[in-house]
């Protein structure tokens, strides 16, 4: 079974700033990495994915995460970050024998005006 | 394109209790994955449910179980609720990409409170 850690439970960054969230995951197997956010009170949605190819994989909002084997890491990261990305954000891992996710424990992202 | 859909939304039981939880698929999905959220933690996977055989368990007690429906729909059921047992229930459809991963959409979640 997978282990996630988010090493950060809770950031504060002040608007327009850059951030970074950091997420270690515990196998060197093959693996799916995901990155979902939750607002208040709603379920997840899903941020951005890397599957395979490129290991920087971007979303539409301006996140973007790279995948590196070798420290067994995905990081998400945001050059200048608004006051609508305040949010929970959860790094999730399934192994390609599976389709079980594990989820870390979550970041909460708080952006100060 | 309908997404996930769960119900009810909100849900407050007794110790002891029984309860039912629904959740309908997004169009096209055949994989359906049931989740518990407790405050403040990340979702756990509780089991998955593929073409309605159970395809996979995490570690929760017998008394969580499942079904899915010909039309790919699913139900939670959790016998003899605890207090442990308040939290986020999340529903997940998924599809098998052309990469070979899963991709999981996510319900709103139910919240069940158990007194």
């Known amino acids: 079974a997978q282990s996630v850690t988010q090493l950060d439970s809770q950031v504060p960054v002040f608007e327009e700033a850059p951030v970074e969230l950091r997420c270690n995951y515990s196998s060197s197997v093959s693996v799916y990495l995901f990155w979902y956010v939750q607002y208040p009170n709603q379920g997840l949605q899903l941020l951005l994915k890397y599957l395979s190819g490129s290991t920087l994989v971007e979303s539409i909002n301006g996140f973007e995460a790279e995948f590196n084997k070798s420290q067994t890491s995905f990081h998400l990261r945001k050059p200048s970050v608004h006051i609508s990305d305040t949010a929970e954000y959860f790094c999730a891992v399934s192994e390609n024998t599976g389709n079980q996710f594990y989820f870390g424990t979550g970041t909460s992202l708080t952006v100060i005006p | 394109e309908t997404g996930v859909t769960q119900s009810p939304t909100h849900l407050i039981k007794t110790r002891g209790q029984q309860v039912t939880l629904r959740c309908s698929s997004q169009?096209?999905?055949?994989?359906v994955s049931w989740y518990q959220q407790a405050l403040g933690q990340g979702p756990q996977f509780i089991f998955q449910?593929?073409?309605?055989?159970?395809?996979g368990r995490g570690n929760f007690p017998p008394r969580f179980s499942g079904l899915q429906f010909p039309n790919y729909s699913s139900e939670l059921n959790v016998n003899a609720l605890e207090l442990d047992d308040s939290a986020l229930y999340l529903c997940a459809s998924s599809y098998l990409t052309s990469l070979g991963g899963y991709e999981q959409f996510f319900g709103p979640g139910t919240r069940l409170t158990v007194l």
């Open positions: 449910y593929y073409r309605e055989e159970e395809n």
């Open positions: 169009s096209g999905h055949n994989t």
